[in-house]
């Protein structure tokens, strides 16, 4: 029976970076999911209602994973969807979702995740809407349903059992079908028609090997079936290749403190040919080669030279967008192949418009995101499958891609302090000092350094003309090199602070230096410019990328 239940505004449910994210305890407590999955439903109910519409839902099965989809079911049948498409066991990747809705032609769907955040009953849990498109919902879609959080007085459900996630099949849930769908198969389909799998299957049956670290998070079935059953990758290659609703007590984060244990096999004499990770929702990567670490803002500039080496870019790409923090080794690409470089805010959110309108091909995040126009999220799984494809026909090593692309186009050294868990008000007054300086910075030098550009980035949307404004505080020398200070969107409790440094090396006999010795002198100026020991008391960022 479909019910209509009374409820009150739940204050906090403003979605940061890439959805809602909170603490277990508070998703699970009284009505907070249900407030949400109604002021989605109500935010973005079309003209016509509901009626009929496609829904896909799935998650990084972290704890409340399961729970969660079933109240969204209900919830999904009540408010008049005719069809829910969902992962077996509950399990889609946020890139497979977005595969799914486009597929499928649905009208949108609900990912579960808090990506990288720590899961388990005191972890986190996240929920995001992506419209038709398959991408996150663009900033007037979320404020649109931050609104309807605020004066929500009813939600609508049913009394209907739950239903088995565990078998392939059709259940009727009041007038709505729900389908559990192999979580795998359309995805699969897609890389099949993107890359070259017989000259993979050739790679791995040559002798080359990888080792994928899954981090107990969404990746691993995907891994399974993609690397070692369909490309014929050595059993094992996926490691923590199973799904667990706490990440076995591990942040699902792959950078090089939470993914050490890859780091350290790769730095070592046993290192397979390239090693990669991926994060909980399955959305980012981590690439790294024998003895050499590659820097996500590098692996863009790197796939971006080289995408034309797979199938499906072999026509070329037509444009890059980057986020601001990322760091310019793209621009430089673009610049070589004459095609433009769209620089948007942090937040897969920002690329929708400009891969809908065609204008890019490939994006990417200094945080380990790269993507193209297959999907409208970012995908860890695909870029492995990118660098694959483009070793087995540039027959080189990732350091000898890496080393060729420098002396190239130049390196850019980079990288991103964070420090999590800051006092938020501390955190706070941080950004606000610096931002009062900028006005005084722009034209004035810094240790002899002139600054261009000392602002607040704010967006100018190409597409629909909308802005955003406080995107990061940056703060650009005349050699381009940067210092950019912002606040994460995705953080649970306290502040984090994020830092991005860089700095442009041209000369080629520079190119192996350590990054943080490269950056030294930036890494003490940033500290200087904002006072981040003395005003988070933190010695040392709690990672460094
Ligand atoms: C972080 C990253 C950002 C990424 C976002 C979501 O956001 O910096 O680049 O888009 O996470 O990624 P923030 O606001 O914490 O800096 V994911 O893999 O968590 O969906
Ligand atoms: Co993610």
Request: some cysteine; glycine content about 12%; hydrophobic content about 40%.
């Amino acid at each position: 029976m479909i019910q209509t239940l009374p409820t009150a505004p739940i204050a906090g449910m403003k979605p940061g970076t890439s959805g809602l994210r909170k603490k277990v305890t508070e998703f699970a407590a009284g009505n907070y999911l249900p407030n949400f999955v109604q002021s989605v439903f109500d935010a973005v109910r079309p003209q016509g209602g509901l009626g009929g519409l496609t829904l896909v839902v799935g998650g990084d099965g972290r704890y409340y994973n399961l729970q969660a989809i079933q109240t969204v079911i209900r919830m999904a049948a009540a408010n008049g969807f005719g069809r829910v498409l969902v992962g077996q066991g509950g399990i889609l990747s946020t890139p497979a979702a977005s595969c799914v809705i486009r597929q499928h032609h649905a009208f949108g769907g609900l990912i579960l995740s808090a990506s990288h955040n720590p899961g388990g009953p005191d972890g986190d849990f996240g929920i995001k809407f992506n419209g038709a498109n398959g991408g996150p919902a663009a900033e007037k879609v979320t404020d649109a349903i931050y609104a309807c959080t605020l004066k929500i007085t009813a939600y609508r459900s049913t009394d209907t059992p739950d239903i088995d996630l565990g078998r392939i099949g059709t259940t009727q849930v009041e007038g709505m079908s729900v389908h559990v769908i192999d979580p795998v198969a359309d995805y699969l389909a897609l890389m099949r028609r993107l890359f070259d799998f017989d000259a993979l299957q050739r790679l791995f049956a040559s002798g080359f090997t990888l080792a994928f670290d899954a981090m107990h998070a969404v990746t691993g079935p995907y891994a399974h079936a993609i690397f070692e059953r369909e490309l014929g990758a050595a059993p094992g290659t996926v490691r923590h290749g199973t799904p667990l609703p706490d990440f076995g007590g591990h942040h699902p984060d792959p950078n090089l403190v939470h993914a050490r244990e890859l780091y350290d096999l790769m730095m070592s004499p046993q290192a397979p040919d390239l090693g990669a990770a991926s994060d909980g929702d399955g959305d980012r990567n981590l690439i790294i080669g024998r003895g050499l670490f590659v820097a996500p803002s590098d692996s863009l500039a790197m796939l971006a030279a080289n995408a034309h080496l797979a199938p499906a870019y072999a026509k070329g790409i037509v444009g890059i967008a980057r986020s601001m923090p990322t760091s310019g080794a793209a621009d430089r690409v673009a610049q070589a192949l004459g095609v433009p470089c769209y620089e948007t805010p942090t937040g897969w959110k920002f690329f929708g418009n400009l891969l809908d309108a065609g204008k890019v091909t490939l994006c990417g995040e200094e945080s380990a995101g790269t993507g193209s126009d297959h999907v409208r999220e970012k995908d860890g799984i695909w870029a492995v499958l990118l660098w694959l494809n483009v070793l087995a026909v540039r027959r080189q090593s990732v350091a000898q891609v890496a080393h060729e692309h420098w002396a190239r186009y130049g390196r850019n050294y980079y990288t991103r302090h964070d420090y999590e868990d800051v006092d938020s008000a501390a955190a706070q007054a941080l950004m606000q000092a610096v931002a009062a300086q900028l006005p005084t910075l722009a034209g004035a030098t810094l240790d002899g350094r002139p600054v261009v550009i000392a602002d607040d980035f704010s967006y100018l949307d190409p597409i629909d003309a909308s802005v955003s404004k406080h995107q990061g505080l940056r703060i650009v020398f005349a050699d381009g090199s940067r210092i950019v200070y912002r606040l994460s969107g995705t953080g649970t409790s306290g502040a984090t602070l994020r830092v991005y440094i860089e700095r442009f090396e041209g000369d080629a006999a520079r190119h192996g230096l350590d990054t943080q010795e490269a950056l030294a002198d930036l890494i003490a100026l940033a500290d200087r410019v904002a006072g981040i020991r003395q005003r988070t008391g933190r010695e040392v960022p709690s990672v460094i990328t």
